[in-house]
């Protein structure tokens, strides 16, 4: 899997380079943390399957969340 991550919920991961690429580890449910973020900001994340003869799937729907704010 690759994930991709924007900034605006509009944005097109073509030509941008994956956060993180997950290989399959077998199970039903794979796990990414993105520990690169800032306080106080909304990301947007897309996951693009790949299997294993490097054919890209369809990418996911847009998944947004915005970071804690810093408490100091």
């Known amino acids: 899997f690759e994930v991709y ?6 944005f ?8 993180a690429v997950l290989p399959v580890s077998g199970y039903f449910l794979e796990i990414f ?12 994340y897309r996951v693009l399957p ?4 490097g054919h890209r799937q369809a990418l996911s729907p ?8 810093d408490p100091s």
Do not use: I, M
């Open 5 to 10: 991550r924007g900034e605006t919920p509009d």
């Open 33 to 44: 943390r993105d520990t690169s973020l800032q306080p106080g900001r909304t990301y947007y």
């Open 50 to 53: 790949v299997d294993w003869a």
């Open 12 to 19: 097109d991961p073509a030509g941008h380079k994956p956060v």
């Open 62 to 69: 847009v998944a947004g969340a915005t970071t804690p704010k």
